[in-house]
């Protein structure tokens, strides 16, 4: 799961996607980490 930064523009020609929209991947993602558990994925907010 990635958060980005919205890129603003008109719906259906967004500006190009770059690393200023994009935050770093975290090595470790703490409570953000997405689980997987007895058949359930667990997706945090």
Not at 25 to 42: E, K, L, Q, R, T
């Amino acid at each position: 799961m990635v958060r980005t930064v919205a890129r603003g523009g008109t719906a259906g020609s967004a500006p190009s996607l770059t690393t200023a929209n994009l935050p770093p991947i975290a090595s470790d993602p703490g409570s953000n980490a997405i689980a997987v558990s007895g058949g359930a994925v667990n997706v945090p907010n």
